[in-house]
């Protein structure tokens, strides 16, 4: 039943809207007949193929990048005592919310060839660093913005393994690189390839970053510029955006492939087993320096905002003039809606994308239902869709639709913006339920049916309890995602009362005395979400050491 | 929502404004919903100047950059509940007229000229109506031009010179229909071939090709490049924020007209009529004198009121009357020279940068000395990086235009040839152009 209800919910508000759209990319231009010669223009374009180039390579090496920064990170976090390590971790998932413009005219500030950085650099060494450059620039953004997912993933990962495992490791004499190798990091595997497939297919499917850095030679903004230049219908924006869709399943099918016939899940939930581990203080020292390290790289462009948000005029020097509130004021007297509207629209997206994902996630994983990986692949595909292209599709979809209790027509209502900011975060959230599912044994599910619990008191009560952390890190990432979105709001928005955040700062960027105000109201938007990241995160802590204490009391009685 | 229930308290209004029936003539009621790509320092200065005077009205601007403006009055048509499109380029308003989604209006305000400098104000077929001009010229960041020792720049044939390598930026006119129009009128100006030379002599020392038209104020404003070629207001509203940039129109220069119009079945079309005939007023003139709105009044009476500097276009012939602008040329071509840019410009901007780099090299080895092998070289490489792959004819011709604006919209409509293989054709010359210039280039430049 839940699986119809889902499949009919994803017909309806993916798939279709879009296919209302992309349909063109199978059209012959001439004569309107089905065909596929607009993809034998694609592979034989010179242009296109570099520009798919480009985009593999981008994605991998961002991959790459996005690694170093998250494992150190999340191990050191859940392995030792390490005091701040819920700061770290909430830390760690701000990067995710870079509110659009503002946080690439940072990152130009700063990393730019006449950045803070290369403005010292200079003077210094007379030396200037192409950081910005070209693919190089979307590379460092990228991986800077999207490492979280591999942070957060991985982290719920490592805290699922029976610790009994890495005790035994260690009474065999297993230690340092050799246990993470061999043992933790194994373990922790679904974690981490949920993650680094998010960051890869996110990473080539992205059109913000690249456009923001106007690098046009990568596919995503090629699709992009082609949609949405005036006047223009030639399909090939449409063919482009069937090809992402197209990878971005095969890079999740490779996925799956790797994970396939491996078996990740352990009996005992994390906190049982060995406490978190002493480090020596010379260890100590060494693990704070890469920390900080990777804290002061990937919370730059915060940094920056920052910067950009209290400074009075910031061009073309290491930092600016001169320092004022008055951007904040400016903001303030007009921002209070677009503040309450995110948190309302993000939130009850987040809501839907982790009740439904849960519910993916167990259709796929626990039932026998055929096809039923199909939901999985289509709520996925959402990755790949460009914006433009769900906001499209929508408006084309409900603008016939009136509803009774609606004012106007369906497609102008604000409650569609929250489905398409759902339906946009669903993977996010969706990877993070299939990886936590992954680690809980079904045999525990099998023990409570043997003791006669119902099939839904036993998802209610075993389950769903089992997978909040995994439940938590996919509601945070698709929250926090969601409060910044602006390509499908920013067609979708049809009053100006029912704003979001990410629409305020785009309205604020469009003329020179906005900057400062559209940086302010960017730090409004990534205050509000780390607050809320740092709240969930010690709600789930305070939750474990429940847990424990109760569990301990239950040990103690027998 | 606070907006539902403003719409609810609307409606209201209306109702009661239908029960009242005896009210005088002003006093209009309701709401007036405009589509507008303007920034909050043009909306919110109008929106106030208008409410003041109809308090019964509410007016609300729903900001879209004016791609996405126009997709959104497409999409919506089937049941419109916007009242106005308010943008800069009369271009848009031409998509949108030729899908029949605006109304034509009648202007009751006396005294607007029919055009300013060479270029009409209002759309001849009275849909669209020009209420402001802009000009085009170069803005450049003080700082930058000090820093890295660079002359100020004052005409377009400045921004070729070898000193200005990586320092300029501009955007595509694919993406803004203002530098579309700047395209068109050196196109025009110049002649086909000779323009689109400029235009790559010029886009040889380009440091970005910009996705938005206010990347490149952003850009010169941040210091990421000292120069850009950007519309008067960018340049003139950044500069009076505080940041060290100045501004100047070159002697030839393109004035773009900034236009209104009522979308078809407009909910509050009167209230959408009495806008028009506000921003045509006397006060809603005076409105764009503000330093930071600052467009040019299409009403000749409200420069008399201008502070001493302000260009006034109707005396000062210089200012865009150069060029005797063929809007139906540029109609015709329109998304054949967008096209062309892209594929010559934007997409191969490194290729296009890499071959100048080698050209201007040989050339300063040059200087001073006399080898004619090298010199038929150079010339050779220049003529590479020039060849453009149509001719002005071809560009101009309806049958060839057709294939990069078709429309479908039934089936029976038949169109030959597919965009994406004529640009897949460009893309091959231009690419094998361009490295040819190089490699020529480099030849010379080995000889010297």
Not at chain 1, 395 to 403: A, C, E, I, W, Y
Request: aromatic letters at 12%; charged letters at 15%; hydrophobic letters at 50%.
């Amino acid at each position: 039943m839940a699986g119809i209800a889902i499949a009919i919910f994803l017909l309806a508000f993916l798939i279709f809207p879009v296919l209302k759209v992309i349909y063109v990319a199978f059209q012959d231009p001439d004569t309107g007949a089905l065909t596929l010669v607009n993809f034998s223009d694609f592979f034989s374009a010179s242009l296109f193929r570099e520009s798919f180039y480009n985009s593999f390579y981008v994605a991998s090496v961002s991959v790459v990048f996005a690694t170093l920064f998250a494992v150190p990170l999340a191990y050191f976090t859940t392995r030792f005592n390490f005091s701040g390590s819920v700061l770290i971790q909430t830390l760690g998932i701000v990067p995710l919310i870079m509110p659009p413009f503002v946080g690439a005219v940072a990152m130009k500030l700063l990393f730019g060839t006449n950045g803070s950085i290369n403005l010292l650099l200079d003077e210094w060494f007379g030396i200037n660093i192409p950081f910005m450059e070209g693919l190089n620039g979307v590379i460092l953004v990228e991986s800077i913005h999207y490492f979280p997912f591999i942070l957060i993933n991985l982290s719920a990962a490592l805290n699922n393994i029976d610790r009994a495992m890495e005790e035994s490791a260690q009474n065999l004499g297993s230690r340092g690189m050799r246990l993470f190798r061999r043992i933790v990091f194994p373990l922790a595997m679904p974690g981490y390839v949920a993650g680094a497939a998010l960051v890869f297919i996110k990473v080539f499917d992205d059109l913000g970053t690249p456009l923001l850095l106007d690098v046009n030679k990568m596919l995503a903004p090629q699709a992009y510029l082609r949609i949405s230049s005036i006047g223009i219908s030639d399909p090939m924006g449409y063919v482009i955006s069937v090809i992402l869709i197209a990878f971005s399943l095969f890079a999740l099918w490779t996925s799956m492939l790797a994970m396939r016939g491996k078996d990740y899940s352990t009996l005992q939930k994390g906190g049982g087993g060995l406490a978190k581990r002493d480090l020596r203080s010379w260890e100590k020292v060494g693990c704070y320096a890469v920390v900080i390290f990777i804290l002061l790289l990937v919370l730059s462009p915060h940094v920056g905002l920052l910067l950009l948000s209290f400074g009075t005029i910031w061009s073309y020097s290491v930092l600016p003039d001169a320092y004022t509130l008055a951007h904040y004021t400016q903001m303030l007297a007009s921002s209070g809606q677009f503040i309450t509207n995110t948190l309302l629209y993000a939130g009850l997206a987040a809501l839907f994308d982790v009740v439904i994902g849960t519910a993916i996630a167990y259709i796929v994983w626990r039932t026998k239902l055929p096809s039923r990986q199909w939901l999985d692949y289509m709520a996925t595909a959402a990755l790949a869709v460009p914006g433009v292209v769900i906001g499209i599709g929508y408006l084309r979809t409900f603008n016939d639709v009136n509803l009774p209790f609606v004012d106007g027509p369906v497609a102008s209502w604000w409650f569609v913006i929250v489905i398409a900011l759902a339906i946009r975060r669903l993977p996010y959230a969706l990877r993070a339920c299939v990886a936590a599912i992954q680690q809980v044994s079904v045999m525990l599910e099998e023990a409570a049916e043997n003791l006669g619990a119902t099939k839904r008191r036993t998802v209610w009560r075993i389950t769903v309890p089992l997978m909040t952390g995994g439940i938590l890190a996919g509601f945070i990432t698709s929250f926090a995602t969601a409060s910044v979105e602006l390509s499908a709001t920013i067609m979708l928005v049809a009053r100006e009362s029912d704003a979001p955040l990410a629409f305020g700062i785009y309205e604020f960027m469009q003329s020179a005395s906005g900057r400062g105000a559209g940086a302010a109201l960017g730090v409004i938007a990534v205050v509000i979400v780390t607050l809320a990241t740092y709240v969930s995160h010690r709600i789930i802590e305070r939750g474990k050491q429940q847990q424990q204490s109760s569990g301990n009391v239950v040990r103690e009685e027998a | 929502m606070i907006g539902h229930l403003r719409n609810v308290l609307g409606a209201l209004l209306v109702s009661a404004a239908a029960v009242f029936l005896a009210v005088p003539a002003l006093a209009q009621t309701g709401k007036l919903i405009v589509v507008t790509s303007y920034p909050p320092d043009t909306t919110t200065a109008f929106k106030a100047a208008f409410e003041k005077k109809y308090p019964g009205v509410k007016v609300e601007m729903l900001k879209k950059k004016t791609s996405a403006g126009i997709k959104y009055l497409q999409e919506t048509a089937g049941n419109n509940t916007s009242d106005m499109f308010w943008a800069s380029a009369p271009d848009a308003f031409e998509v949108l007229k030729g899908d029949d989604l605006l109304v034509k209006y009648k202007v009751k305000v006396k005294g607007i000229p029919k055009k300013v400098g060479s270029f009409p104000i209002n759309d001849p077929e009275g849909y669209y109506k020009g209420f402001a001009a802009s000009g085009y010229g170069i803005m450049w960041n003080t700082r930058y031009l000090k820093a890295k020792k660079l002359p100020v720049p004052k005409e377009w044939a400045d921004l070729k010179k070898p000193v200005y390598f990586g320092h300029v930026g501009m955007s595509a006119p694919s993406r803004s229909g203002t530098t579309h129009l700047t395209v068109e009128t050196v196109l025009q100006g110049e002649g086909w071939q000779k323009g689109w030379a400029e235009w790559k002599a010029i886009a040889g020392n380009f440091k970005t090709v910009t996705e938005r038209s206010f990347g490149v104020p952003d850009g010169v404003n941040s210091g990421q490049f000292g120069v850009g070629i950007v519309i008067d207001f960018f340049g003139l509203s950044s500069k009076a924020s505080g940041f060290p940039v100045d501004f100047v129109y070159p002697t030839v220069t393109t004035l773009v007209p900034a236009n209104i119009a009522i979308v078809k079945n407009a909910p509050n079309a009167k209230n959408a009529a009495a806008f028009i005939e506000f921003l045509l007023s006397k006060e809603g003139q005076e409105l764009l004198l503000n330093p930071k709105i600052r467009r040019l009044p299409v009403n000749p009476a409200t420069y008399a009121k201008a502070p001493s500097d302000f260009p006034n276009p109707f005396k000062d012939s210089s200012i865009g009357s150069k060029v005797k602008f063929d809007l139906k040329l540029s109609k015709n071509r329109y998304n054949v020279v967008n096209s062309l840019f892209d594929v010559m410009i934007t997409y191969r901007i490194d290729e296009l940068r890499a071959a100048t780099k080698a050209i201007q090299d040989a050339e300063a080895a040059m200087a001073g000395k006399s080898n004619a092998a090298a010199a038929k070289l150079i010339a050779e490489a220049r003529a590479a990086v020039d060849a453009t792959p149509i001719t002005a004819v071809q560009a101009g011709e309806g049958g060839f235009n057709k294939i990069f604006k078709k429309k479908r919209k039934k089936a029976s409509v038949k169109v030959t040839g597919r965009q994406a293989d004529i640009e897949g054709q460009w893309d091959d010359m231009v690419k094998a152009n361009y490295a040819k210039a190089k490699e020529l280039a480099e030849k010379a430049k080995s000889m010297l």
